[in-house]
Each structure stands twice: as structure tokens, then as C-alpha cells.
């Protein structure tokens, strides 16, 4: 029962820390956090995964299934990278 507990759990974590790869090759802000409080940290790191939730939705799924806000059609042609970086450049000002 251990060592099926052992080869589970190592496997999880294969897969969480593979993701959080994937995640600072997309969100650089995630390879060296600035200093924030421990709160503002765990923010910034859960705006990271669900924007990439996000973008994941948008990209495999059509159509969405839902509508999508007036803003959103609007700025749908922005590239991710203007939008991540107004995105930082808003938590960095709040600090």
C-alpha cells in the first residue's frame, strides 16, 4: 500500500512540477518573483494559472461556452504579451 502511495505521489508531483515549467516559460514573472507580501505572491501566481487556464479554454475550445464580455471582443486582436504586461504593470503599481 506504500509503495503504491510512493509511486502516486511521485508521479503527481512530475506532472505539478512539469506544469509550473510550462508556466514560467510563458509567464516570466514566475521565475523570480519580485518581492511582494506572501499574499500578493500567491496572487500573482494564481492570476498566472488562470490566465493560462484561460488562454487554454480560448485556444480548444469553439466556440466558448459562454459570451464573452464587450471588453474581450473588443481587444480580442491584442497580443497576450500587451495584456500580460498591463497586467504586471498594474500588480507592480499596487504594491
Not at 466556440?63 to 504586461?85: C, F, G, H, Q
Amino acid at each position: 500500500m506504500r509503495k503504491k502511495f510512493n509511486h502516486i505521489h511521485a508521479e503527481l508531483r512530475n506532472i505539478i512540477e512539469r506544469r509550473f515549467g510550462v508556466l514560467m516559460e510563458r509567464w516570466h514573472i514566475l521565475e523570480k518573483v519580485p518581492f511582494f507580501r506572501r499574499e500578493k505572491q500567491a496572487q500573482i501566481i494564481i492570476s498566472c494559472f488562470a490566465l493560462d487556464s484561460y488562454l487554454w479554454l480560448r485556444s480548444h475550445v469553439v466556440p466558448p461556452p459562454y459570451r464573452l464580455s464587450k471588453w474581450m471582443d473588443l481587444n480580442s486582436d491584442i497580443d497576450t504579451a500587451v495584456v500580460r504586461e498591463w497586467i504586471a504593470t498594474v500588480l507592480w503599481t499596487q504594491q
